[in-house]
């Protein structure tokens, strides 16, 4: 529970309700994650996913540091499964020995990068599209800290002191505020995709992270 990825899961189910199926899964618990998604997926429980049930879902994934690394080596594998995913989304990306956390497989429609440069674990600044005409990149936007403070106390200090920015990055609530409003742009029907119900998203979540970790 120290960990915004947590509370931000726990957010978007309770904001979704029954609409949504939201797993979190350790960045080498691949195979899990592979077995959860797969059985929800398969809705008539016959073992085998159709070319309908493949496509009738929304796969969106999120994840932070080596966490971020594994979303896109999660994302090829259900390439290689025939599932597309709808989003991407990469939080100081700290690539894994053997993954390429760099290029977006083209199953994905849109993908997005947030990352920072500072301490021991610098995130990956930039994210590319394997097929420019199959994936958008939303942007790989620099966030940096100098400037003010992001409270780390979910972390022990020697983490906050010698890298601070990475674990600043995770618990700032800006970051989660936006990736509130990707993930509403993509499970709200289109009536109610609007900015000010972005807003809503955003203010909400703001509010709940800043409560979580007091």
């Known amino acids: 529970m120290k960990h ?11 904001r979704y309700g029954a609409g949504v199926h939201v797993g979190i899964f350790g960045n080498h618990e ?3 994650a592979i077995e959860d998604l797969t059985l929800f997926l398969d809705a008539n429980k016959d073992s085998f996913l159709s070319a309908d049930e493949k496509e009738r879902t929304k796969v969106i994934l999120f994840g932070h540091s ?3 690394s594994q979303v896109l080596s999660f994302a090829r594998e259900l390439q290689t499964r025939g599932i597309p995913v709808a989003l991407t989304i990469q939080v100081d990306s700290v690539k894994k020995f053997g993954q390429n956390d760099h290029m977006v ?3 994905v429609a849109r993908a997005v990068n947030f990352y920072q440069r500072k301490g021991f674990t610098p ?13 958008n990149i939303l942007g790989n ?3 940096k800290y100098e400037s003010h403070q992001v409270n780390c106390d979910n972390y022990r200090w020697l983490s906050r002191v010698f890298n601070k920015a990475h674990h600043q990055i995770e618990n700032d609530p800006q970051i989660w505020d936006k990736i509130a409003s990707l993930i509403d742009s993509e499970v709200l029907s289109r009536e109610v995709e609007s900015q000010s119900v972005s807003s809503t998203a955003c203010g909400r979540y703001c509010k709940h992270s800043k409560v979580a970790k007091n």
């Open 4 to 14: 915004p990825e947590v509370l931000f899961a726990k957010y978007v189910q309770s």
């Open 30 to 32: 691949g195979t899990k």
């Open 66 to 68: 080596w966490g971020a």
């Open 105 to 107: 497989p083209a199953n």
């Open 123 to 135: 995130g990956q600044p930039l994210i590319v599209p394997a097929d420019a005409t199959r994936t």
């Open 141 to 143: 936007f620099q966030m």
